[in-house]
């Protein structure tokens, strides 16, 4: 059986090579074979007369930079960078990307000049980490929030195909509706209890009941459920609770555009998977 590929993209930056080095000892452990990509942007070429020495150079950089990888796992590449590196991890049959923040809060600068780590995620058809944390990379523990759909069970299946030795622990999180105003329509705050337990019963059932559908992917994982809405400080907060340094979750049902928004809150590694 050929081994995963991994695929690293880097701006040469000395943050961006921090993320590589991160990721060497993280495929060797997933025993698969790590691809390093750095993109020269085409508008870039606009500017100098001598083109073919921008790829030249930049290729030389890449190869001093990362003299332990065998040459034919590094590319270097010029075009536009999310198209770029989606046509190299398809070419490559990669199964994880693996990209730096392009920093939001403007602590970290961004991975690639004119781009956005999120323009690249959402080119991808495999799922991309997005590397936040300073420390080493950790996918020994996943926290997966779910929403009990179909392609909440098939991101469950990636992520249990692509770390197979990982902990998981699912995060199923349901609201009480107009909790905050029912006190306000006369409401007993005893019939709100009551409404909230019914609804904590109904969700429990229905994340036992979605347990069950998992078959194998469901074995030794954990189920947590919230009273909660979508909200990062909670994830993150779970994350902290249970030891998690990286949240992982699909892009598809209630969670989907909430996933690029945990990005900008929170301090752990995130997976995104495009379902």
């Known amino acids: 059986m050929n081994s995963p590929t991994i695929l690293v993209a880097t701006d040469l930056s000395k943050h961006s090579v921090g993320i590589v080095q991160k990721a060497i000892p993280l495929a060797k452990k997933l025993d698969a074979t790590l691809h390093i990509v750095h993109i020269v942007e085409e508008k870039l070429f606009d500017f100098f007369e001598e083109k073919a020495s921008l790829l030249e150079k930049a290729s030389k950089a890449l190869e001093d930079l990362f003299p332990d990888i065998p040459k034919e796992q590094l590319h270097c590449k010029r075009g536009k960078v ?64 779910t929403d009990l759909s179909e392609a909440s069970k098939w991101h469950i299946h990636s992520m249990r195909t692509l770390f197979p030795k990982a902990k998981i622990t699912l995060l199923y999180t349901f609201t009480v509706p107009f909790s905050s105003r029912l006190s306000l329509y006369g409401i007993k705050k005893g019939d709100v209890n009551i409404l909230g337990d019914n609804l904590s019963t109904y969700a429990h059932n229905e994340a036992a009941l979605f347990m069950e559908t998992l078959g194998n992917d469901g074995k030794d994982l954990n189920m947590i459920v919230r009273e909660s809405g979508l909200d990062a400080g909670v994830f993150t907060g779970i994350a902290n609770m249970y030891g998690i340094q990286t949240i992982s979750l699909h892009t598809t049902g209630s969670i989907s555009l909430f996933a690029f928004d945990l990005l900008l809150e929170t301090d752990k590694d995130v997976i995104i998977n495009i379902v």
């Open 82 to 145: 999310a198209a770029t590196v989606t046509a190299l991890a398809n070419e490559l049959d990669t199964k994880l990307v693996i990209l730096g923040n392009s920093g939001e809060h403007g602590g970290i600068k961004n991975l690639f000049v004119g781009s956005s780590t999120k323009a690249i995620v959402r080119s991808l058809a495999v799922p991309a980490l997005v590397v936040k944390r300073v420390g080493d990379l950790h996918v020994d523990k996943l926290l997966i929030p």
